[in-house]
């Protein structure tokens, strides 16, 4: 009885495994997420707005290893996070602003999203997220009160005790509304101290000890008066940042943020890179995030003093002709984890340096609609069909030779 039990479950394990094998890889064509693979979305960033699998994760740079300061890590980050396509206003009017992505806070968190930027205003006797203009949140550009996301980040902290979010805070908010908000949503247990944030471009501590200290909540604000009234940090005393919107998308160059100080200040030892259109653009994203994005990485970490980016700002962060801000995100903390061009070629428990890089993969047939032509310089290459095919008579071959065996 014993001996078809097992090949009844390795049955299973060969079906499950053929079922992983043949979801859809980065540049195929897809339906929906579900026929994608793992850390995939289903995006319309194909040739005449075709749907094709895009990447929609980076690689957790935690799984190899949280000792280094957190200086020496880049995280994927949201422009105006809360800004979602299709959203309706919590206020019952009809919302005449911008977005930016696509998916809630809860699931960008899920795929890896670790920087948030949030637009926050005095608005109905609360603190609301809006997108508005002139310092005034109104009706048509009010999406929800800040803390049903303050409590969607608390929710993910507790749910995920190793994991660090950062907040920028675009600041229009009168002095004491914030931290009746932030203790209202429970956040305070997890922040993180002005006290303990370096002053003078040194390095922060190290990411293994943010986590065992629980302080696990960065949060910057655009109003300096905010640090030493509210202690919450006034970013551009820690953080060097780009100019965002078309001004910032000028090849070749990476100018700073008015605010900000210049890049390559070694005062702050934090990178924010921007990369976004000024009017958000969910099809022309497609190819912003691709091959322009990681031209621009290598741009900035030039100008910035050779310093790569601790946070990649984007919109609609899951769209791009394949890669996109994932790899982006990859690339840069492979050279700051462990010097390799990419974290995927990391190798465990080596020294600096050592890196494992695969040998190219096969290349894939033309197909109709798989991806934007002239992107370029994305290495996440698609899987062909032919490829998907064999795996599928291999796998289904297989099967019957183990029921044959149990017949």
């Not at 053929?18 to 960033?45: I, N």
């Not at 000890?209 to 300096?224: A, G, H, P, Y």
């Not at 924010?272 to 497609?286: I, Q, Y």
């Not at 030039?302 to 790569?308: F, K, L, M, Q, Y």
Request: proline share 6%; net charge neutral.
């Amino acid at each position: 009885m014993a001996r078809p039990l097992l090949l009844l479950a390795a049955v299973v394990a060969v079906l499950f495994a053929a079922s992983a094998a043949a979801a859809a890889q980065v540049g195929d064509t897809c339906s929906s997420d579900g026929s994608c693979g793992a850390g995939l979305h289903c995006s319309g960033c194909g040739d005449g707005g075709a749907k094709i699998c895009t990447r929609a994760k980076p690689i957790d740079p935690a799984t190899h290893g949280t000792g280094l300061p957190f200086n020496n890590y880049t995280w994927l980050t949201t422009h105006n996070s809360f800004a979602l396509a299709g959203a309706a206003s919590a206020t019952g009017a009809t919302l005449l602003t911008q977005t930016n992505q696509e998916d809630t806070v809860t699931a960008q968190l899920k795929n890896g999203v670790r920087g948030l930027m949030l637009d926050t205003y005095d608005f109905n006797n609360d603190v609301w997220l809006c997108h508005s203009f002139r310092g005034n949140c109104y009706n048509f550009t009010a999406f929800q009160p800040a803390i049903n996301v303050f409590k969607e980040i608390q929710t993910f902290l507790e749910a995920n005790p190793s994991e660090v979010i950062t907040i920028f805070l675009e600041d229009y908010t009168a002095s004491g509304s914030l931290p009746k908000v932030f203790k209202a949503s429970g956040l305070m247990k997890y922040w993180f101290p002005v006290a303990k944030m370096p002053k003078s471009g040194g390095n922060w501590p190290l990411l293994k000890d943010m986590i065992s200290q629980n302080e696990r909540l960065v949060v910057f604000t655009s109003k300096k008066s905010k640090e030493a009234s509210e202690g919450i940090a006034y970013e551009w005393s820690y953080v060097v940042e780009n100019q965002y919107g078309n001004e910032g998308m000028v090849e070749g160059k990476c100018p700073n943020r008015q605010e900000s100080p210049a890049m390559d200040s070694k005062s702050q030892s934090l990178v924010l890179m921007n990369f976004f259109t000024t009017d958000p653009n969910p099809a022309g994203v497609c190819t912003n995030n691709s091959a322009p994005l990681v031209s621009m990485l290598k741009t900035c970490h030039d100008v910035s003093g050779n310093r790569w980016p601790n946070y990649i700002a984007v919109d609609f962060y899951m769209k791009s002709d394949g890669g996109g801000a994932p790899l982006a995100t990859d690339m840069a903390n492979g050279h700051m984890v462990c010097g390799c061009d990419n974290i995927a070629y990391c190798k465990v428990n080596s020294t600096f340096g050592t890196c494992v890089i695969p040998p190219p993969p096969p290349p894939s047939p033309p197909k109709a609609n798989s991806g934007r032509s002239g992107s370029g310089g994305d290495s996440s290459v698609a899987m062909p069909r032919s490829h998907l095919s064999w795996q599928w008579s291999f796998f289904f071959g297989l099967a019957s030779l183990v029921l044959s065996l149990l017949s």
